[in-house]
């Protein structure tokens, strides 16, 4: 375990003062911005969710603009949101209050020929142009925009600020610089790309340029990673006894959901969770996850997408929590 003091939490329980009529079975991804406002991502009828830092409800919007399999969003430094859209193929830039500003790639809503067939991961045959289900964006120290791409693709796509395409890399498989669902992306201070390889169980460690620098294994299904305060925070579905890593083979029992703090090194400082999956402070299906100024921790949970509609878990399980540091 690495010497660094572990950092402590306590959901805050009853946080989110969800307005009347309103309503998120899954909550796809969560970010703060430079006021500490928290916006939410969610599959539902009021797509773009914001929040106060203490839950109380600002307003919303995207209603009508995004399908319903929302999926990352992220918070530029000028506070423009970043939101992708899995089902819809596409990246877009909007104003803090929702006006459009920017969308990514010449084919926004047409999926790249990738060979997938629409379900199967394991159908993607190469590495394709972008997009085919993208999961994620990051903006690097000198305003580039990574993307990750994502269920339908196996590939990493680098933009300018302007949304010009630079440059892709990654193609399907286990190897360095080969992906199996390159799901969450982060970008550290020094420009290096972070990628969370979901179903490999790793993290991979490239240059700007795309060159392999390094893996982190110390990770499970590693949905979202954030960088902050010197740690990497990552969100992390369980698996569940008959599933299959690309990394580490068949799972012979139940794995808990959580979220993993690790230090720069890749190495634990501290996991966040436990057994059962609707307590508080504990997951079910942590998919994203913010860390605010104050070092506080939110935590995005697709519960009706991997466990609410099979009924595995009770309709108030929580998809959004806040943790409050109390080191």
């Not at 949101?81 to 790639?105: E, I, M, N, Q, W």
């Not at 390094?214 to 305060?229: F, G, H, K, M």
């Amino acid at each position: 375990m690495s010497t660094l003091v572990a950092p402590n939490y306590e959901a805050v329980t009853g946080w989110e003062r969800v307005p009347t009529g309103y309503e998120h079975p899954d909550v796809a991804a969560v970010a703060v911005n430079s006021k500490g406002r928290v916006y939410l991502f969610c599959r539902a009828e009021h797509p773009v969710m914001i929040y106060e830092r203490d839950g109380t409800f600002v307003g919303s919007w995207g209603e009508g603009v995004f399908t319903m399999r929302t999926h990352g969003i992220t918070i530029g430094p000028d506070d423009s949101v970043y939101c992708t859209d899995d089902a819809g193929h596409s990246v877009r830039k909007f104003t803090p209050d929702g006006k459009l500003l920017l969308t990514l790639g010449d084919n926004a809503g047409k999926p790249s020929d990738s060979g997938y067939d629409g379900s199967n991961l394991t159908t993607v045959a190469r590495g394709a142009p972008p997009f085919n289900r993208p999961t994620n964006l990051a903006v690097a120290p000198n305003g580039d925009l990574f993307v990750s791409d994502g269920y339908g693709n196996a590939r990493v796509h680098r933009f300018s600020a302007t949304g010009k395409l630079l440059a892709s890399w990654g193609e399907p498989g286990t190897g360095p610089g080969q992906f199996m669902l390159p799901h969450g992306i982060a970008i550290d201070a020094t420009g290096n790309v972070l990628v969370c390889d979901r179903e490999s169980d790793r993290i991979q460690v490239f240059t700007a340029e795309g060159r392999f620098i390094r893996e982190i294994t110390a990770v499970q299904r590693p949905t979202q990673i954030v960088l902050a305060n010197g740690l990497m925070y990552v969100s992390e579905l369980g698996w569940r006894a008959g599933q299959r890593s690309f990394r580490n083979g068949p799972i012979t029992r139940d794995l808990a959901a959580r979220v993993s703090v690790l230090d720069a090194n890749g190495t634990v400082v501290t996991r966040i969770g436990g057994p059962d999956p609707c307590a508080a402070g504990s997951f079910c299906a942590p998919h994203s996850l913010a860390v605010d100024a104050n070092g506080d921790l939110y935590v995005a949970e697709v519960v009706w997408t991997i466990a609410g509609k099979a009924g595995l878990v009770p309709a108030d399980c929580h998809t959004i929590q806040k943790l409050q540091r109390i080191d």
